[in-house]
DNA sequence: TGACAATGCTCAGCAAGCTTAGCAATTGGA
DNA sequence: TCCAATTGCTAAGCTTGCTGAGCATTGTCA
């Protein structure tokens, strides 16, 4: 009876589906310098400027998890850092054209990376009910302030 | 129009689930000085112990990743590492009654912290279909010896 | 047998999660 | 007005992923 991945909890393949995937964007994305975080920033700040915490919420990061994706994103020109004239404790995280450049030119290849699955929908679902169990709803307070609950800040 | 997470592609919301449940893991993990990582390796050598190697293949991480969690399970007590005697280069990583007694206690708490979905039973195989497809088989070389394919190595 | 390839593991270094601790700016109440 | 709490971000340190490089042992083949 060898042991087989068929029997582990849905909790590890969660775990290993996810990490499996994450390596693949990773091969995508090295050779422009980009990494699976530093995608889902180029996402959030898509339309508009936003500060940090508001990105790491978002994200369901910390903060300071975000301010080191931000500065690698900064170092490789593909964000800017203004500051907030209305809150000198804010920095404003902006994508650069290049930034816009990169990441239009992702969406293409998006399919490639992600593996069929039969029931698509159903995973989504699934997904976004685990994140919604565990991880609380932090997109409440909207982009243009940081007023409402903690992203996940109830366990500190 | 607020971005909403539900506009994300899936493989974003498969990392940002996982990264949570790995964190409410955490959350139990932590008082008995376990990670989620360890507590993968306890479930892989609760019958046999295993070459580095294989659990590496098994675990699909690369074997410094494991070397790294192994030599932190064995600093907790929870697994033994045995010289093998047929291949002087192998470590055989053996669980210690003190690991098996807590990995035993483990399994009442699995489902508290794993939420509940709907479509469980098709979670699970959308998860085994990601695993298979963009990770391959590495089981096909069995317990008792590591001569087959290389875990995720075709890449290398 | 002796050289070379393959295998098993370790070391060093990077990214991205996390925590705790701390500083600066803002807000709010006495 | 002024002090204290809150908020936004940074610093330092830990784990767990990764890669590339390197050492010891084993296997293979001439």
Redesign the interface.
């Known amino acids: 009876m ?5 029997d ?18 990773r ?1 995508s994305l090295e050779r422009i310098g980009l990494s ?1 975080a530093g995608l ?1 920033v180029l ?2 700040v898509e ?1 508009d400027p936003l500060p940090l915490g508001e990105l790491a919420r ?4 910390t903060a300071q998890t975000m301010g080191r994706t931000v500065e690698h994103l900064e170092r490789s020109g593909y964000v800017r850092l203004v500051a907030d004239p209305s809150d000198r404790r804010r920095k404003l995280v902006e994508r650069t054209e290049e930034g816009g450049r990169v990441f239009d030119g992702i969406g293409a290849i ?1 399919a490639t ?8 929908a ?10 919604r ?3 609380g709803d932090p ?1 409440a307070p ?2 243009d302030g940081a007023d409402d609950g903690p992203a ?1 800040a109830e ?1 500190g």
Do not use: K, N
């Not at 582990?8 to 995937?21: H, I």
């Not at 159903?122 to 994140?131: E, Y």
């Open positions: 060898r042991d087989t991945i068929d582990w909890p849905t909790g590890r393949l969660l775990s290993v589906a996810a990490r499996l995937v994450e390596q693949r964007w091969e699976h889902i996402h959030l339309r978002r994200a369901r990061v998006e990376v992600f593996p069929t699955v039969e029931q698509a159903v995973l989504r679902m699934s997904l976004l009910q685990i994140i169990h565990v991880g997109e909207g982009p996940r366990r």
